[in-house]
């Protein structure tokens, strides 16, 4: 397993911008996929995006609609989440999430490690 820690999570109005990062400790990040998944107060945690172990592949849920882009750099054991145009509705706290698939994941149990989350809140 590896340890994961999410940042750049913050308040934003709506049709802003933020990045946010995960940064992996352990062995053998570049052969797990990844995920981000987000969860709103009593709502079940949704898949976002996953991107899998070599970055060339990639899926994400339909309510991205091209907003979100997700990258990873291996070199430096992290994964990003560009997100672009938000709304309110994208309030949550967002996790990443480590599969040892390797291969693009959208369901929970796919993932064996959870970094604590980031707060996303979107709101003039």
């Known amino acids: 397993q590896v340890q994961l820690v999410e940042s750049g999570g913050g308040l934003v109005q709506p049709g802003g911008s933020l990045r946010l990062s995960c940064a992996a400790s352990?062995?053998?990040?570049?052969?797990?996929?990844m995920g981000w998944f987000r969860q709103a107060p009593g709502k079940e945690r949704e898949f976002v995006t996953t991107i899998s172990a070599s970055g060339l592949t990639t899926s994400d849920a339909g309510f991205v609609q091209g907003r979100f882009s997700v990258s990873r750099d291996n070199t430096k054991n992290t994964v990003y989440l560009q997100m672009r145009n938000l709304k309110p509705e994208d309030t949550a706290t967002y996790y990443c999430a480590a599969s040892p698939l390797g291969v693009t994941a959208i369901d929970v149990e796919e993932y064996d490690s959870w970094g604590q989350g980031t707060q996303v809140t979107v709101s003039s």
């Open positions: 352990g062995r053998g990040f570049s052969s797990y996929s």
